[in-house]
Antibody
Framework: EVQLVESGGGLVQPGGSLRLSCAAS????????MSWVRQAPGKGLEWVAN????????YYVDSVKGRFTISRDNAKNSLYLQMNSLRAEDTAVYYC???????????WGQGTLVTVSS | EIVLTQSPATLSLSPGERATLSCRAS??????LAWYQQKPGQAPRLLIY???NRATGIPARFSGSGSGTDFTLTISSLEPEDFAVYYC???????????FGPGTKVDIK
C-alpha cells in the first residue's frame, strides 16, 4: 500500500525557517517525480515544487523561488522541503504528493500544517 | 501562465441527481487535464486524468470529457459521499508547472 507521511509542520515566526519531511513507503520511491502542494486555510490547492527521480531537476512556483528548497534522499525513501524566510502568506497545509508518469498527483499524504505568525 | 476557471463555484443538488462541473483554461491544454475530489479534512483524491480516464478504483458514475480549453466532470447520480469540493488541474506546460482551478463545491440541497 502506498503511504506518504508528512512531518515537521508547526508554528514559526515571520522570517523563520522550517523543514518538512515526507516518508514514503509501499512503492519504489526512486522511480517517481515527487511534489509539494499546499493549501491555505479555506482556500484552493497550489503547487509548490517538483523534484525529479534522481534530484537533478527541481522546479518551484514563483512565490517561493529563492526561499524554499526541495530535496530527496532515495536511500531513505524521503522527500524534504526546506522553507526559509517564511511569510504569513506561506501559512497552509503542505501535502507531499507522488506524480504519476502522466504527471498527475496519484497519491497524497495527509498533510502537515505550517503556521507563520508572530 | 495558464489560468483555470471553474464554474459554478457552488452546486447545490440532491442525492441521485446529475452533477455537471465545468473547467475552462485560458489557453489550450490539449487533453492534459485532471479532476480531484477533496472532502473536509482530507487530502485530494485523483478522479480523472488526461481529461477522460478514470483513476484506479474510481466508480463509473464519474466521467470526464473535453479537450482544448473546455472540460466537464459529470457525476451521473450523486451518492451521499460525493458531496465535496472538486478541483481541475492542468499540466500541459510540464515541466515544470502544474496549475489548479479554484474549485467547485458540490453541497446537499
Amino acid at each position: 500500500e502506498v503511504q506518504l507521511v508528512e512531518s515537521g509542520g508547526g508554528l514559526v515566526q515571520p522570517g523563520g525557517s522550517l523543514r518538512l519531511s515526507c516518508a514514503a513507503s509501499g512503492f519504489t520511491f526512486s522511480s517517481y517525480w515527487m511534489s509539494w502542494v499546499r493549501q491555505a486555510p479555506g482556500k484552493g490547492l497550489e503547487w509548490v515544487a517538483n523534484i525529479k527521480q534522481d534530484g537533478s531537476e527541481k522546479y518551484y512556483v514563483d512565490s517561493v523561488k529563492g526561499r524554499f528548497t526541495i530535496s530527496r534522499d532515495n536511500a531513505k525513501n524521503s522527500l524534504y522541503l526546506q522553507m526559509n524566510s517564511l511569510r504569513a502568506e506561506d501559512t497552509a497545509v503542505y501535502y507531499c504528493a507522488r506524480l504519476k508518469i502522466t504527471k498527475y498527483f496519484d497519491y497524497w499524504g495527509q498533510g502537515t500544517l505550517v503556521t507563520v505568525s508572530s | 501562465e495558464i489560468v483555470l476557471t471553474q464554474s459554478p463555484a457552488t452546486l447545490s443538488l440532491s442525492p441521485g441527481e446529475r452533477a455537471t462541473l465545468s473547467c475552462r483554461a485560458s489557453q489550450s491544454v490539449s487533453s492534459y487535464l485532471a479532476w480531484y475530489q477533496q472532502k473536509p479534512g482530507q487530502a485530494p483524491r485523483l478522479l480523472i486524468y488526461d481529461a477522460s480516464n478514470r483513476a484506479t478504483g474510481i466508480p463509473a458514475r464519474f466521467s470526464g470529457s473535453g479537450s482544448g480549453t473546455d472540460f466537464t466532470l459529470t457525476i451521473s447520480s450523486l451518492e451521499p459521499e460525493d458531496f465535496a469540493v472538486y478541483y481541475c488541474q492542468q499540466r500541459s506546460n510540464w515541466p515544470p508547472a502544474v496549475t489548479f482551478g479554484p474549485g467547485t463545491k458540490v453541497d446537499i440541497k
